[in-house]
C-alpha cells in the first residue's frame, strides 16, 4: 500500500498549488482521505479531510475559503487546491487515508511521504 504525495513547491504568497495524493494497493474510495501539515517543532494538524463519499469535508478555520479539497475515487486520487496561499502555509504536506471521518492524526492508517510547500512574502 502507498500513498504518492506530489505537487509542492515554491510559490509566493497570493500564489496557487495543487497537491494530489495518488494511492496504489488500496481502494482510495473506501476511505476518508485527509491532508495534514507540519512545521518544525510543531505537531501535525489536520488541514482538510474529505469522507470516502466526498459529502463530508472539514476544513482548518485558516484555510476556510482558499483551500478545497477533492477526491477522483476512478482515479485512485485526492487533491488540496491551495490559493491565495500565505507564509503561514508554509510546512511538509501529508496525505494520509483512514476508515472514518476524523482529524485526529493517530486514527489514519496509510500516510504518503510529504511534499513541502513552501510560501515566500
Known amino acids: 500500500v502507498q500513498l504518492q504525495a506530489s505537487g509542492g513547491g515554491l510559490e509566493q504568497a497570493g500564489g496557487s498549488l495543487r497537491l494530489s495524493c495518488a494511492a496504489s494497493?488500496?481502494?482510495?474510495?473506501?476511505?476518508?482521505v485527509a491532508w495534514f501539515r507540519q512545521t518544525p517543532g510543531k505537531e501535525r494538524e489536520a488541514v482538510s479531510v474529505?469522507?470516502?463519499?466526498?459529502?463530508?469535508?472539514y476544513y482548518k478555520d485558516s484555510v476556510k475559503g482558499r483551500f478545497t479539497i477533492s477526491r477522483d475515487n476512478a482515479k485512485n486520487t485526492a487533491y488540496l487546491q491551495m490559493n491565495n496561499l500565505k507564509p503561514e502555509d508554509t510546512a511538509v504536506y501529508y496525505c494520509?487515508?483512514?476508515?472514518?471521518?476524523?482529524?485526529?492524526?493517530?486514527?489514519?492508517?496509510?500516510w504518503g511521504q510529504g511534499t513541502l510547500v513552501t510560501v515566500s512574502s
Open positions: 494520509a487515508s483512514a476508515d472514518i471521518m476524523t482529524t485526529v492524526a493517530e486514527e489514519f492508517v496509510y
Open positions: 494497493g488500496l481502494n482510495l474510495g473506501n476511505y476518508a
Open positions: 474529505i469522507s470516502f463519499s466526498g459529502r463530508n469535508i
